[in-house]
């Protein structure tokens, strides 16, 4: 594996486990005062006021107005400041417009927030991730860098979250972090629709409408990404539990020798989806005493 994506995922690894920075949420009230503001002058000095107090959404706000120049000259400087204390607390939205701001400078930096917003939820990071990785192979393979350290750190969740599916859905669709499965996605967004999450319920309207081509990727590019991750885990874990039924309801009603016989038989199905072979190992035993057996028996 190419080292620079090596340096990419561990870079990124050490990005996810910073903790965010504290918030006063309780200064969230000056927001709602400047919205409520109708003179400009009044709503930047409530939004100002706000992040003195620790207002991540007054800060955030504060930048965004900053970057567009609305009721404010537009001063890039200050708004990479404001949304840079606002993307510290986890703001999806400050992320995404700060990796605008610094495209430009640091791609690597932008790529980052990007990402992040992404994980994070923000329906829009995950649009400019796919507008970026349709247009240059060498975009793609670092945002896939940046995306399989989640990806292998959710995909194997018990019990994924509403963002979680939302997040696996997104590369099951599009290819980034695995191999396409489109069927796989929209399993992930029913369950994320389920635990009311909007992103899941606005790429299944993407989904119904075509607009996730099959693209001509295997896993990452090059051989960079890890190797897949073959199933999916709720199949996986159905198996499982067939499994365990299959044996008490053989044993209880087919009796001992039928019984394993039967027991043999079905593990030897149930073994053609199990990766390990542990379940072909003992379907294999199973037969084999129950062939002695009756051998015995003539």
């Known amino acids: 594996m190419d080292q620079k994506y090596l340096q990419i995922q561990e870079r990124f690894r050490q990005f996810l486990e910073q903790q965010d920075a504290a918030n006063n949420d309780e200064a969230d009230e000056y927001w709602i005062e400047s919205e409520n503001a109708s003179d400009p002058l009044e709503k930047i000095r409530l939004l100002e006021q706000g992040v003195q107090e620790g207002s991540a959404l007054c800060a955030q706000q504060l930048g965004d107005r900053y970057m567009c120049g609305n009721g404010v000259p537009k001063n890039l400087v200050l708004a990479e400041t404001y949304l840079q204390k606002a993307a510290d607390c ?3 939205i400050a992320m995404l ?7 430009n400078s640091s791609v690597d930096k932008a790529l980052d927030l990007l990402c992040k917003s992404a994980i994070k939820g923000n329906v829009n990071a995950y649009l400019q991730i796919g507008d970026l990785a349709s247009k240059e192979d060498v975009l793609r393979e670092q ?3 940046r995306m399989m350290v989640y990806y292998q750190k959710v995909y194997n969740k018990e019990n994924p979250d509403g963002r979680e599916n939302q997040f696996v859905g997104w590369c099951n669709a599009t290819g980034i972090c695995c191999q396409q499965d489109l069927q796989k996605a929209q399993a992930r967004w029913i369950v994320g629709k389920e635990q009311e999450n909007f992103g899941c319920e606005f790429f299944l309207d993407m989904y119904k409408a075509g607009k996730f081509p099959v693209v001509n990727t295997g896993v990452g590019n090059d051989g960079w990404a890890e190797e897949e991750l073959e ?7 159905g198996i499982s539990k ?4 299959s044996i008490v309801i053989g044993l209880i009603s087919m009796g001992e020798l039928a019984g394993l016989s039967v027991i043999g038989l079905i593990l030897g199905i149930l073994a053609k989806k ?8 003992i379907g294999i035993v199973l037969n084999v005493a129950v062939l002695i057996i009756m051998a015995g028996g003539f």
């Open 90 to 92: 986890g703001l999806p």
């Open 97 to 103: 417009l700060l990796a605008q701001i610094c495209y």
């Open 143 to 145: 945002l896939e860098g």
């Open 231 to 237: 199933g999916d885990v709720e199949e996986r874990r």
């Open 242 to 245: 067939k499994a365990v039924v």
């Open 274 to 281: 199990d990766k390990g072979g542990a379940l072909a190992v």
